[in-house]
């Protein structure tokens, strides 16, 4: 199973961003500055930008879903319930896992932003796809909840999982690091040697590693061992 990005190029005005790599089984974080292209990239890896020269190509991959940083994008139903069984799932099994068992009947677009969030992450991991692209997951969740989704996505065995995310502390154990430097999409390598050369680290990442802490990964209980560490 694999996603390889052939010479992928996207140019808007003086904007450029470019990939050529391949996407195995685990999960991928990629990083970048605010602009840099991570949202365009993810909608060229779903097959949603047909403007995209080059080719995305998908060998073994039988179910997909990409989930966009905004929720509210994704709702069909007019009741939490409803939205739930759209999906196929069991609305109290969903509620009950993510604390909003109250919200049952309410429309979902009167919910937080952060209610509405963890919604919309419970039903798509209920499912296991092939391949799963997550533009920004972890948006108006606090940490509880960050820590949450950060371990179901680590216990994801099979199919390819892509993350494009700004996040600084919390992050789920990682096969490889991705960032996106001048334009391009480039491979910092597998944890722990991905970490090192990973331009984008988050302050704490770079903290840890400047006072010699061995980091197995960046899953987020991984920081906080090498943190307590001697």
């Known amino acids: 199973m694999k996603l390889a990005l052939d010479r992928v190029s996207i140019t808007r005005g003086s904007w450029h961003i470019s990939a050529d790599c391949t996407f195995t089984e685990g999960i991928h974080l990629i990083s970048g500055d605010v602009g840099s292209g991570k949202s365009t990239l993810a909608r060229v890896m779903a097959g949603l930008l047909p403007e995209a020269t080059g080719s995305v190509v998908a060998e073994g ?18 009741t939490v319930h409803e939205e739930c069984e759209s999906w196929g799932l069991d609305p109290k099994t969903i ?3 993510i604390g909003l068992t109250d919200k049952y009947d309410r429309d979902p677009l009167r919910l937080s932003r ?8 419970a039903c798509i991991l209920a499912h296991r796809y092939d391949l ?7 948006s108006s969740l606090d940490v509880c909840e960050k820590q949450r989704i950060c371990r179901i996505l680590s216990g994801r065995e099979q199919g390819i999982t892509i993350l494009f995310t700004h996040e600084q502390a919390i992050f ?5 690091i991705w960032e996106i430097r001048d334009g391009k999409l480039n491979s910092c390598g597998s944890p722990p040697d991905g970490i090192r050369n990973w331009q984008h680290a988050p302050a704490v990442i770079k903290r840890l590693m400047a006072k010699k802490k061995v980091l197995k990964n ?5 920081l906080e061992e090498a943190a307590c560490g001697t």
């Open 218 to 222: 960046i899953f987020f209980e991984d």
């Open 132 to 138: 799963l692209i997550l533009d920004e997951p972890f």
């Open 95 to 97: 509620l009950s896992a």
């Open 61 to 78: 991959i039988g179910s997909q879903m990409i989930s966009f940083q905004f929720p509210e994008y994704h709702i069909t139903a007019t």
């Open 172 to 176: 789920p154990r990682v096969g490889q």
């Open 114 to 121: 952060g209610e509405l969030k963890r919604l919309h992450l």
